[in-house]
């Protein structure tokens, strides 16, 4: 296996594969639009998502315009994901809509699911594959290779793999796609993308 | 006849076994399984449930006595695992526990809603390893059994013990009728006059192993599974039922079967008009239009994280017996694709099982069992 594309998204700004991205500087906390205006995307839907699903929409795209998928047929790809705090942020502001402001949102209930990220991201890339989401205390190397072999043995191409996490004004979004390919990807490798 | 698992590393054959099932039908697998069969459901009126105080109907577990119900629902199924599976099973260096749950304690919050989980598992069954948790809407449940069999077929593990569980909240209800997608009278999955949903609370657990249950228990072979997603919308299903029909495709080739060969369905069948339309679509697109399926939902409410789970024991109780549980609820063909759905109990045998689950963000899975020689 092979990292085809990484992406993560920290306080000091983007990362694209290790390096610094200062086209995206992070320059306000509305750091999700900015880029999203800055990568000249036409995607209404994007207004409607949640902070997570916005987040992971946002890592994807930044991808994506480094890296191409397009190789890959609407079965191949594997979407695998994990987070900390599941949909905690759009929880409160749905239990905030029924108990403060009159009734509860329907359209806030349905992102009150962490697996709305993996459907919005199969959507927009109209990818038909195999979608899981876990909740984990912290981001486990180990454990997303362990993953990606099982779904490589099961016939994947590539794994769209991800750590989207948001709560109590901390956001995390790292994410990257592995290729089905000769080569082994370290625990250690994979942490220090993380880390960045 | 196919069903010659491709399984891996020396690992020939997958079973799974009942660990525990509590519902508002009972605490018990067998007891469960005698009041499905007398017709009996677990979903009533439950006053000033509702938002405006409606009083809608709901899968309630009646016997909890304390406040939280998603921890008095673990510890019991807990309880529940100790009894049928063992301490010495449970807290083995190579078994590993997986917890399906789309909200677990949602009551904890602004603290962290799946804590309490770890611990009283930890509490309880003294595990080696920390709990796996999958939270993937509806599908959550047959996943756990799909990630279970991965981790065994890659040797990592001998027994994984899956738990589905989901209690009641005001937020799930809220949510649901926030949707227009609660049903006034109990839910009528695939009926022609059904309105919606009626949610439940429910634990079940299943324990998955590449030997069979060393005391002879009950079990099936595990042949194979898949998950698909719709890439078409968020919280509405396809209206070609195409990640359900991929799901169940790339299953049946997983799992080395022709899909003319399956015996029964164990269908998701919330009640909603959108979602039984689509199972009906994908079913017809693969030719099964003949073969019984039923849904559960009129027994227990859709319990969703738990439902994946809580479908397959009873899946297999109806393999162990040669019993096909009617659909309840089901009186009029409600689809614009005709499939056999179950209105009466019907005695068959089964040798080939299929289950199958569809979820918000388009997920949709499948799985398919075969009865054990």
């Known amino acids: 296996m092979k990292i085809l594309v990484s992406c993560k998204i920290s306080d000091q700004g983007v990362y694209l594969n290790g390096e610094i991205q200062q086209k995206y500087a992070k320059e306000t906390d509305n750091w999700k639009k900015d880029i999203y205006s800055k990568l000249e995307l036409d995607y209404p839907k994007f207004y409607k998502m949640d902070a997570l699903a916005k987040m992971a929409f946002i890592g994807f795209e930044l991808m994506e315009s480094v890296c191409s998928f397009e190789h890959f047929e609407d079965n191949d790809v594997s979407l695998l994901f994990a987070n900390r705090n599941s949909s905690y942020d759009t929880d409160l502001r749905f239990i905030e809509s029924y108990t403060e402001k009159g009734s509860p949102g329907p359209s806030l209930f349905v992102y009150t699911l962490p697996n709305i990220l993996t459907g919005e991201l199969a959507i927009r890339k109209k990818w038909f594959?195999?979608?899981i989401f876990f909740i984990q205390e912290n981001f486990d190397a180990e454990f997303f290779i362990d993953q990606i072999n099982f779904y490589f043995r099961k016939g994947s191409k590539a794994c769209l793999c991800g750590w989207v996490d948001s709560a109590n004004d901390k956001e995390e979004c790292f994410l990257f796609v592995v290729e089905n390919t000769e080569g082994e990807i370290t625990p250690e490798e994979l942490t220090k993308y993380y880390k960045q | 006849m196919g069903g010659k698992t491709k399984l891996e590393n020396g690992v020939s054959e997958l079973y799974l076994s009942y660990g525990g099932l509590i519902t508002p039908l009972g605490d018990t697998v067998t007891e469960n399984f005698e009041n499905m069969r007398s017709g009996k459901s677990g979903v009533q009126k439950v006053s000033e449930s509702g938002f405006n105080k409606e009083d809608w109907p709901l899968g309630k577990i009646t016997s909890l006595t304390s406040e939280n119900r998603y921890t008095e629902i673990l510890e019991k199924i807990c309880d529940a695992l100790i009894e049928n599976v063992g301490n010495e099973v449970l807290s083995n260096e190579r078994t590993l526990i997986i917890i399906s749950s789309t909200k677990a304690d949602i009551t904890a919050l602004p603290s962290d809603t799946f804590t309490s989980t770890?611990?009283?598992?930890?509490?309880?069954?003294?595990?080696?390893?920390?709990p796996l948790i999958i939270s993937n809407a509806c599908i959550s449940g047959v996943m756990a059994i799909n990630t279970a069999a991965d981790y065994i077929i890659a040797?990592?593990?001998d027994t994984v013990i899956t738990i589905g569980i989901d209690g009641l909240s005001d937020f799930i209800v809220y949510g649901f009728q926030s949707l227009f997608a609660l049903s006034d009278q109990s839910s009528k999955p695939f009926d022609k006059n059904?309105?919606?949903?009626?949610?439940?609370e429910a634990a079940g657990a299943i324990v998955v192993s590449n030997k069979k249950p060393e005391n002879g228990?009950?079990?099936?072979?595990?042949?194979?599974g898949s998950s698909s997603n719709d890439a078409n919308h968020i919280s509405g299903p396809s209206r070609t039922g195409e990640g359900l029909f991929r799901s169940i495709n790339k299953t049946a080739e997983r799992s080395n079967i022709d899909i003319q060969d399956i015996d029964f369905i164990s269908a998701h069948g919330t009640g909603t008009l959108y979602n039984d339309e689509m199972e009906s679509i994908a079913f017809d697109r693969l030719n099964l239009n003949s073969v019984p399926v039923n849904s559960l939902k009129g027994y227990f409410g859709h319990t969703l994280g738990a439902a994946g789970i809580i479908e397959v024991i009873s899946t297999m109780l109806m393999m162990e017996h040669g019993l096909l549980l009617k659909s309840p609820g089901f009186e009029e063909q409600g689809t614009t694709k005709k499939i056999n759905v179950l209105s009466e109990n019907l005695e068959k045998e089964i040798q080939l099982a299929l289950k199958t689950a569809s979820g918000f963000g388009g997920g949709n899975a499948s799985l398919i069992l075969k009865k054990s020689l």
């Open chain 2, 217 to 224: 228990a009950f079990c099936v072979n595990y042949l194979g």
């Open chain 2, 194 to 200: 059904r309105t919606g949903i009626s949610i439940g």
């Open chain 2, 118 to 130: 770890r611990a009283i598992l930890k509490k309880k069954l003294n595990p080696a390893h920390a």
């Open chain 1, 129 to 131: 594959g195999e979608n």
């Open chain 2, 155 to 157: 040797d990592k593990y």
